[in-house]
């Protein structure tokens, strides 16, 4: 049922290849896999998360590659896989000070 789908849309993202345009010039670039897992062992300074695809499925292996105290962003439309992936990470351990907000929360100033 859906831990097969789930595990469908994990091996789709492992057959994905990186991709990036060096120059605007040039043409595109694809990556191999062996270029990613080197690029992925040097560690990142932040990490941005959002797409479609359910945030478990990539933040708790993504976030492992993280320099220590790196901040890191996961953007969904709906709240219930921020929160699936937010306890996943509790479990890990690996994280801390995490939080979860409205995108269109504001805060207001009132003056006297």
């Not at 962003?73 to 896989?81: A, D, E, I, L, T």
């Not at 939080?99 to 207001?108: H, K, L, N, S, V």
Request: some cysteine.
């Amino acid at each position: 049922g859906e831990l097969a789908i789930r595990k469908d849309r994990v091996r789709a993202a492992n057959r994905t290849y990186m991709s990036w345009r060096a120059n605007p010039l040039e043409t595109q670039k694809s990556t191999s896999l062996r270029e990613v897992q080197e690029e992925l062992r040097g560690g990142f300074d932040s990490l941005v998360v959002g797409g479609t695809l359910h945030p478990l499925l990539l933040v708790p292996t993504l976030v492992k590659h993280l320099n220590p105290s790196s901040p890191f962003v996961v953007y969904s439309q709906c709240h219930q896989p921020l929160l699936e992936t937010m306890e996943a990470l509790i479990k890990e351990d690996c994280c801390m000070d995490m939080q979860i907000a409205e995108t269109w929360m504001r805060d207001y100033q009132v003056l006297p």
